[in-house]
């Protein structure tokens, strides 16, 4: 199974399919949310109102055809995520360049 990452916004263009094949055989996974209204004055809470209509939020997509996990996270997260991994990546060269230096 390979696991990656799709963005909210990606997700929602092609909702209820696999992200890496676009197959729509797929386990949607996720949780309910609750909302609710809290009003403050002057840092005092005034008020709570807890709607009972409960939302679901689509957290991972697996792919019954080939076989990927999907977790869905925002825009945001997989942007930070992304300028990680290209650090990585480019911290790693720095350091071979670097053993390769010391060689010859």
Request: hydrophobic share 40%.
């Amino acid at each position: 199974m390979k696991n990656i990452i799709v963005s909210a916004s990606k997700f929602a263009e092609h909702q209820f399919h696999c992200p890496a094949c676009g197959s729509g055989n797929v386990v949607m996974q996720g949780r309910w949310v609750r909302s609710f209204l809290e009003q403050m004055e002057n840092g005092v809470r005034t008020g709570l109102q807890i709607e009972q209509k409960f939302q679901p939020e689509y957290t991972g997509v697996l792919c019954r055809a080939c076989g990927v996990h999907a977790d869905i996270e925002s825009d945001t997260v997989v942007a930070m995520t992304q300028e990680l991994i290209e650090r990585r990546k480019r911290d790693a060269g720095m350091v071979e360049a670097h053993k390769t230096d010391q060689v010859m």
